[in-house]
C-alpha cells in the first residue's frame, strides 16, 4: 500500500481521492474485476445497516445493501458464500461470480473485491489468503490516513489538512495566476453555550455547524474546524466578490438554523482573497483580521 503515500487527498470525506487511488490500485495489481470501498448508513428497522458505494471501480455506483444483521456483529472477514444472503443476492446482481469483503465495523467501512469469472486458462478462480492480507491492509491504510486529516468531532478535515489545501491552492494561484479564497467562521458567544448548557451541548452545536457549513458550500470547497468554534472554508478559483457572497450565504445559513438546546445563534466571518506574493500565513492573518472586525462592530457580519 505504500503505493498510495503522497497521493492527493480530496477535500471532503464523501470523495475522497484516497479511495479512488486505492480501488484502482487493488482492481490493478490483483488483476481482479472490481474493488469498492462501501461505507455504513443506518437505516429502519433499527439495527440494520446499508452498505453504499463511497468509492468503486468496476462497481455500480449505485450498489447497495441493508444488511439483517449489523455490520458490528457480522465477521470481519468474509469470502463469498459467507457473506450474508441479502449481499449475497445484491453482488451476485452485479455480475460477481466471487468475492471478499474485509470490514472495520468501527468506522463503518468495508472494502469489497469482485471476479465475474469463473476461471482463469481452466483453472477455477477463488480469492486467497494473501488476498485477504492485501485487502486487510489496504482498509487500514485508508481508515488510518482519513483519519489522521479529520477532525474527530465535526468529521470535517481538521487544521493539518487545511494546511495542505491551503499550500497546494497558493501553488496553484502561482503558476496560472487563478483566484481562491479563505472564509472564517467563528460562532458567536460561543462561550456562553458551553458555561450554560455544558459541553456536550457545546459539542452538539458544533457538529450542527459543520453540517449547515458542508450543506452550503460547493463540492469543490473544503470545510474543515480550525480550532474550537472556529471553522475554515478554503474556495478554489473564487475570487473576493464570489467568496464574499458564499459568506454571506453561510452566514444567514447558520443564523436560520435551530441548534440544539440553544436555539438559534449566529456567527462573523471573515474573507480573504489570493494577492501576488501571498503565503499562507498572509492570507490566514487577513481573513482573521477581518473576522475580529466583524466581531468588534456588532458580529454577524461578513467583513474582507
Known amino acids: 500500500m505504500s503505493l498510495l503515500a503522497g497521493r492527493e487527498l480530496s477535500n471532503r470525506q464523501a470523495d475522497e481521492r484516497l479511495g479512488e487511488h486505492l480501488v484502482a490500485l487493488l482492481v490493478e495489481s490483483l488483476q481482479i474485476d472490481c474493488a469498492a470501498v462501501l461505507t455504513q448508513t443506518n437505516v429502519d428497522p433499527p439495527g440494520a445497516d ?14 447497495q445493501v441493508t444488511l439483517s444483521v449489523p455490520l458490528s456483529e457480522q465477521p470481519l472477514n468474509m469470502v463469498t458464500e459467507q457473506v450474508p444472503p441479502e449481499a449475497r443476492a445484491a453482488l451476485r446482481g452485479q455480475g460477481l461470480r466471487h468475492w471478499l469483503w474485509t470490514a472495520s465495523p468501527r468506522s463503518g467501512i468495508v472494502l469489497l473485491l469482485g471476479q465475474r469469472r469463473e476461471q482463469v486458462q481452466g483453472l477455477p478462480l477463488c480469492f486467497e489468503e494473501d488476498d485477504l492480507a492485501i485487502a486487510e491492509a489496504g482498509l487500514c491504510f485508508f481508515e488510518a490516513t482519513r483519519l489522521s486529516v479529520t477532525d474527530h468531532l465535526t468529521e470535517l478535515v481538521n487544521r493539518t489538512r487545511l494546511d495542505q489545501v491551503m499550500e497546494e491552492n497558493l ?3 502561482r503558476r496560472y495566476a487563478t483566484p481562491f479564497s479563505v472564509i472564517m467562521v467563528d460562532m458567536d458567544h460561543f462561550k456562553l453555550v458551553n458555561d450554560q448548557h455544558g459541553h456536550q451541548v457545546g459539542d452538539e452545536v458544533l457538529v450542527c455547524l459543520a453540517k449547515v457549513l458542508m450543506n452550503n458550500t460547493r463540492a ?29 450565504k453561510l452566514r444567514m445559513a447558520i443564523a436560520n438554523s435551530e441548534l440544539p438546546a440553544v436555539g438559534f445563534k449566529t456567527a462573523s466571518i471573515g474573507v480573504a482573497s489570493y494577492h501576488a506574493g501571498d503565503d499562507r500565513e498572509s492570507m490566514i492573518g487577513r481573513s482573521d483580521a477581518a473576522l475580529y472586525k466583524a466581531k468588534r462592530n456588532g458580529r454577524n457580519q461578513v467583513w474582507y
Do not use: C, K, Y
Open 171 to 173: 501553488m496553484r494561484s
Open 50 to 63: 446499508t452498505l453504499v458505494v463511497a468509492h468503486a471501480l468496476g462497481l455500480d455506483m449505485t450498489f
Open 220 to 248: 469543490v470547497d473544503v470545510v474543515g474546524r480550525w480550532g474550537g468554534e472556529e471553522f475554515m472554508v478554503v474556495a478554489p478559483s473564487t475570487d473576493l466578490a464570489q467568496a464574499v457572497h458564499l459568506a454571506e
